[in-house]
């Protein structure tokens, strides 16, 4: 007797297992479930990956803009070194603005070359006009100018244009 319900016990345990589940919508409802949890998994996944992405250019654009307000100021004392260059001769002046021009150079900044350019006014401020016989072409160098690498203008060099004498 004891056999007998054994058997029956085990018939009923792989009746169980071998049942073919009834409910077909219940395994559709659970794929569709996980199809939509995968799909925001993926989409979380790429808004984190943007926002990433946002953060970095973001940064670069920060140090980009300290850095050129750095040299904008470092330009200022550029400039004072130089005009006492023009009043002293002094060797270790010299070498003092010639290793600052470097720095600058290495951080990316570049001198707008004037000597015999045509006037650009997207690069250059015309603070005087003088006669002459070239028109609209670069006289003198006040101020010089520079411009990042990547062509960004970080100060206009300031000039003096010639402009055509009118005969009379």
């Not at 077909?24 to 998994?41: F, I, S």
Request: glycine share 6%; proline share 2%.
């Amino acid at each position: 007797m004891v056999n007998a319900k054994k058997n029956d016990l085990n018939s009923k345990i792989i009746d169980t297992e071998i049942k073919e589940p009834e409910d077909k919508n219940g395994q559709d409802g659970l794929q569709q479930k996980l199809d939509e949890a995968v799909n925001g998994w993926k989409r979380a996944l790429a808004d984190y990956q943007n926002l990433e992405k946002r953060i970095a250019l973001e940064k670069q654009e920060n140090n980009k803009y300290h850095a050129r307000r750095l040299l904008e100021k470092l330009l200022e004392v550029l400039d004072l070194l130089i005009a006492a260059k023009g009043h002293i001769n002094d060797s270790g002046l010299d070498l003092v603005v010639k290793k600052f021009e470097d720095v600058i150079a290495e951080e990316g900044l570049k001198r707008i070359e004037t000597a015999d350019q045509v006037f650009d006014p997207k690069t250059m401020e015309c603070l005087e006009t003088v006669d002459g016989d070239s028109d609209n072409m670069v006289s003198e160098e006040l101020v010089s100018g520079f411009v990042f690498n990547d062509g960004d203008l970080v100060r206009p060099a300031k000039v003096k244009v010639y402009r055509k004498k009118l005969s009379n």
